[in-house]
Nanobody
Framework: VQLQASGGGLVQAGGSLRLSCAAS????????MGWFRQAPGKEREFVAA????????YYADSVKGRFTISRDNAKNAVYLHMSSLEPEDTAVYFC??????????????????WGQGTEVTVSS
């Protein structure tokens, strides 16, 4: 499967953005999907994930209550709605997909496919 992330940009602190990840292939509905981010000079970190069925979304503590992950299997897409953005949210955001179930959703190495990333910059 190929993943294409979009929707990044420059936003002021307190603002909102919605990231989209478009997936190719007919088996998108079988994949768990995740969002990760990497800030300059830092390691990649987990942001949010959603199971293949769309139930039980998972979030990093740093984004709980501010970010919402959702998916539309009919459109082969997953979204990350980000609100109350903070300068600390500045990063390149990547979507990822995996076809094998694991209990852990926040481990990047358990994902099989990655998109190219979309950059989010939050100004103070």
């Amino acid at each position: 499967v190929q993943l294409q992330a979009s929707g990044g940009g420059l936003v002021q602190a307190g603002g909102s953005l919605r990231l989209s990840c478009a997936a190719s292939g007919r088996t998108f509905s079988r994949y768990d999907m995740g969002w990760f981010r990497q800030a300059p000079g830092k390691e990649r970190e987990f942001v949010a994930a959603i199971s293949w069925s769309g139930g039980n979304p998972y979030y990093a503590d740093s984004v709980k209550g501010r970010f919402t992950i959702s998916r539309d299997n009919a459109k082969n897409a997953v979204y990350l709605h980000m609100s109350s953005l903070e300068p600390e949210d500045t990063a390149v955001y990547f979507c990822a997909a995996r076809y094998t179930y694991y209990r852990e959703y926040d481990v990047g190495s358990l994902y099989n496919y990655w998109g190219q990333g979309t950059e989010v910059t939050v100004s103070s």
